[in-house]
């Protein structure tokens, strides 16, 4: 149903989300203040950002090293830095990295940010958390602003993502991933076994009519394939 109602009102939307998205937009959750600027997700467009924040809300996160991987407007990242993490924000679109500082700012906490496409220049290290939203619909992005809504016809970014995450956490890291019904979990969820990382469920939630489940990344000792 919800994809129907989507499929009827999809092109009305995307000319007024064009217009919306072409000034800076506020975005706030509890205490942060945010900001989202032009080309960069707004967290507005899906529940995803906001499960993220509620689950990271909950968490005791003093001197906790965290990643946020692909960061966007760095809302999370500035919850987190709020609650005296040391964050580092990574996203492959300069204009993020922009915005999570100007948020960081804006909230006068302090994050650590890298453009790098997933981890080829995040320094290694094994992280406390890492904690991705990831572009999970299987088609080519055809600019930078793109990749945050499209993993590639192949799955490239969980091809590549997996393929490099085993070297940043370890056995006691908590490394959050949420995925929507929407999109193709048993293959993501195939890929990443391929690369012995399993999931495990720990939140499945119901809002806007759309699942959201959000899984704990875990080194699998038995690789499939
Ligand atoms: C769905 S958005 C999530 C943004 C933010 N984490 C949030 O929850 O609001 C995905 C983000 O990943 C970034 N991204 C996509 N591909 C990436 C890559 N290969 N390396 C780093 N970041 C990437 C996008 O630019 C985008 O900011």
């Known amino acids: 149903m919800r994809k129907l109602i989507i499929r009827i009102i999809h092109p009305f939307l995307r000319v007024f989300v064009k217009y919306y998205f072409t000034k800076p937009r506020r975005y706030n959750y509890k205490k942060i203040k945010g900001v989202v600027i032009p080309k960069v997700f707004h967290p507005q467009l ?6 993220l924040l ?3 809300d909950k968490e005791d996160l003093e001197n906790k090293s965290l990643l946020e991987l692909g960061c966007g407007s760095g809302i999370i ?10 964050v580092m924000a990574s996203d492959i679109n300069v204009q993020a990295l922009e ?6 700012d804006k909230n006068k906490v302090k994050i650590e940010t890298v453009n790098s496409n997933l981890f080829q220049k995040i320094p290694q290290q094994e992280f406390d958390y890492i904690i991705i939203n990831p ?11 793109e990749k945050a809504w499209f ?3 192949e799955f490239e970014y969980f091809k590549d ?5 085993y070297a940043y956490f370890n056995n006691a890291s908590e490394v959050i991933m949420i995925l929507s019904e929407d999109c193709e979990i048993e293959t993501i969820k195939e890929i990443a076994l391929q690369n012995k990382i399993a999931f ?3 939140l499945e939630t119901k809002k806007w009519g759309e699942k959201n489940y959000l899984f704990q990344l875990e080194r699998s000792e038995v690789p499939i394939g």
């Open 99 to 104: 915005n999570a500082l100007l948020n960081a």
């Open 46 to 51: 899906t529940i995803s950002t906001k499960i």
């Open 135 to 145: 572009p999970y619909y299987p088609k080519t992005p055809q600019n930078v602003e």
């Open 200 to 202: 495990k469920q720990v």
């Open 77 to 86: 990242s500035t919850l987190a830095a709020s609650k005296k993490a040391k």
């Open 54 to 56: 509620d689950y990271i």
């Open 151 to 153: 993993c590639g016809g």
């Open 161 to 165: 993502l997996f393929s490099t995450l």
